[in-house]
């Protein structure tokens, strides 16, 4: 059983910037195995930034250079640093994590809104 909470979405004007936040609880082997992803009006969900099974990050080419993914593993808890926001960035953010057998969990999602 996994629960994951997102938090921090608002609204904000072009080029401000939020910080998300996904808290994981339940039976977790590895940070390594979550990310986001962000489904915008009308458009289907996409990846915005995740760890590797390695630890590594990849990210979307759309949010390259403003968008950092992080993490905090004594609280189980990953982060998404978003700078530079454009109108484009609006879409509900879910956060997601892959256990050991490939099932992906998502949280509720968090609204993000970039309007002047």
């Known amino acids: 059983q996994v629960q994951l909470v997102e938090s921090g979405g608002g609204l904000v004007q072009p080029r401000g910037s939020l910080r998300l936040s996904c808290a994981a609880s339940g039976r977790i082997y590895s940070t390594n195995g979550m990310g986001w992803y962000r489904q915008g009006p009308g458009k289907k969900r996409e990846l915005v930034a995740r760890f590797t099974v390695v630890g590594s990050t990849n990210y979307a080419d759309s949010v390259k250079g403003r968008f950092t993914i992080s993490r905090d593993n004594a609280k189980n808890t990953v982060y998404l640093q978003m700078d530079s926001l454009k109108l484009e960035d609006t879409a509900v953010y879910y956060c997601?994590?892959?256990?050991?057998?490939?099932?992906?969990?998502w949280g509720q999602g968090t609204q993000v809104t970039v309007s002047s």
């Open positions: 997601n994590l892959r256990d050991l057998y490939n099932y992906d969990y």
